[in-house]
C-alpha cells in the first residue's frame, strides 16, 4: 500500500514533461518556466518549478484576491510603510471583484493590531498615493496608477501647520478641549 509520501516521492522522480517555455501552467498544477537573469554577462538559465507538494495545490474555489507583479516590481511595494502594507494587503483580501470592501475601522484596527492614528495615517497616505480610494464608509482597492507616488510630506514650520498636521499637536489640543494632562 503506498503512502501519500511515497507517492509524492514518485511524483518528483519523474522527469518534467516537455512544455512550451513561454505559456506559465495553469494554477491547478504543471510546470512553469521562469527565467532567471542572475548574471547579465551570463547566458539566461531556465529553473523548473514543479510543486513541492502536490497534494496541496492552491485553487480558485470562490471569492480570491490578486496583486498585479507590478506591484512589487514597479516599486510600489517599496514606496510604502509598513502601516500602509498592512492596511493595503488587509483591502485587497476583503475586497470584492471591484475592490470594493465595508469594513469599519475599528475592525481593521483590531484585526491589523494597530492604533486608530495608524490607520488614519496609513489610509490618508493610500488615498494620497492613489492606490485606495474612501467615501467614509466604501473602501475601493483602485486599479494601480502608471508608477508609484510618494507622498508629499511637507516640513511642518508654523503653528498652524503643527495643528493641522502633526499627530503629537492634534492629540495634545483635543487632550486640553476635554481638560485631560497630556
Not at 500500500?1 to 519523474?14: G, H, I, N, W
Not at 494554477?27 to 514543479?50: D, F, S, V
Not at 498652524?160 to 487632550?175: R, W
Request: hydrophobic residues 35%; glycine residues 4%.
Amino acid at each position: 500500500m503506498k503512502t501519500q509520501r511515497d507517492e509524492l516521492k514518485r511524483q518528483l522522480s519523474q522527469p518534467a514533461p516537455a512544455a512550451d517555455p513561454d505559456r506559465h501552467a495553469h494554477p491547478n498544477g504543471g510546470i512553469q518556466r521562469t527565467m532567471h537573469h542572475r548574471n547579465t554577462k551570463a547566458k539566461a538559465q531556465r529553473i523548473e518549478k514543479k510543486p513541492l507538494a502536490s497534494d496541496r495545490i492552491r485553487k480558485i474555489t470562490s471569492s480570491f484576491a490578486f496583486i498585479e507583479h507590478r506591484f512589487l516590481r514597479q516599486g510600489f511595494w517599496s514606496s510604502l510603510s509598513h502601516h500602509e502594507l498592512l492596511l493595503y494587503l488587509f483591502l485587497v483580501l476583503v475586497s470584492d471583484r471591484n475592490g470594493l470592501s465595508y469594513y469599519c475601522y475599528d475592525k481593521i484596527c483590531s484585526l491589523l493590531q494597530i492604533t486608530v492614528d495608524e490607520y488614519i495615517l496609513a489610509r490618508d497616505l493610500l488615498i494620497e498615493k492613489d492606490l485606495i480610494a474612501f467615501d467614509g464608509s466604501l473602501f475601493q482597492v483602485l486599479s494601480l496608477p502608471q508608477k508609484p507616488r510618494s507622498s508629499s510630506a511637507a516640513v511642518l514650520k508654523t503653528a498652524k501647520d503643527m495643528q493641522t498636521h502633526d499627530p503629537a499637536t492634534i492629540d495634545q489640543l483635543i487632550a486640553n478641549c476635554f481638560g485631560k494632562k497630556t
